[in-house]
């Protein structure tokens, strides 16, 4: 499969047939909106499920908390525990499928290959196995803390529905490797992110041997981001994934 894309039949366009075109803009004259409705009425009726809504779910209590309170970990819970647990599952859960993300762009590298400048089969099984030291070192981390590694949290939610799309683009056969690079890319900025996030708050609350531990996963993090970028400005001849953001 070509890493690039080509001219071809796309008749998506309008401009596919001028006189069809106008026909279809004739139609819409002819054969209005049946209800009186508008945009508004959606948002209405969305603010309605808004009120009505219990939100995202919630955060177990620990399931242990007389196992908590005689570990060193206690402090790392900090002044706000269910905020810590709602952030470590999300992260959990994020690496699990990170490695789920890695699974399928090395059967696509096998598929496909790979191209001029793009990833090799050892770097990406190296992320891949990477994204399951960090999930394996969080699961840990939330069982030390009394936590339920298993548990969906809110923010775990919410972030699997963030980046559902990544996944799919990934995963569809059509999509050569440089497009699912792009894919990505979004997930390693997103991990990079939420990573940092996370190292600030175990770091308020004075957990020294998660910091360490954290902070060389996010050093992993950089890496994988730096690498993609530089994947997929060598799909697009460019000279180099480094950006200059407002030069
Ligand atoms: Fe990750
Ligand atoms: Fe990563």
Redesign the pocket.
């Known amino acids: 499969m070509a890493n690039h894309v080509e001219i071809g039949l796309n008749r998506t366009g309008i401009a596919t047939s001028p006189r069809l075109a106008q026909e279809m803009v004739e139609g819409t004259r002819e054969f209005p909106p049946m209800t009186n409705g508008d945009e508004r009425t959606i948002g209405l009726r969305r603010g309605e499920y808004v009120r009505e809504s219990e939100g995202l779910g919630s955060v177990p209590p620990p399931t242990s908390l007389k196992g908590m309170a005689k570990t060193a970990l206690q402090g790392v819970l900090g002044q706000r525990p269910t905020l810590m647990l709602d952030k470590l599952s999300e992260r959990l859960a994020?690496?699990r499928t990170?490695v789920r993300l890695y699974e399928a762009l090395i059967s696509k590298l096998e598929a496909a290959g790979s191209f001029e400048g793009g990833p090799t089969r050892e770097e990406l099984v190296e992320m891949m196995q990477e994204?399951y030291a960090?999930y394996n070192l969080l699961t840990d981390v939330v069982a030390k803390m009394g936590g339920d590694p298993t548990v969906m949290t809110p923010s775990a939610d919410l972030h699997a529905t963030i980046t559902r799309g990544v996944m799919e683009a990934i995963v569809d056969a059509r999509t050569s490797l440089a497009q699912a690079l792009e894919a990505l890319l979004v997930a390693e900025l997103a991990?990079g992110d939420a990573w940092d996030s996370l190292i600030e708050l175990v770091g308020e609350a004075g957990g020294e041997i998660e910091l360490q531990l954290f902070e060389s996963a996010a050093m992993e993090?950089a890496k994988?981001l730096e690498r993609v970028r530089t994947w997929i400005a060598a799909s697009q001849n460019r000279a180099s994934g480094e950006l200059s953001l407002g030069a």
């Open positions: 994020f690496e990170g994204e960090h991990d993090e994988h």
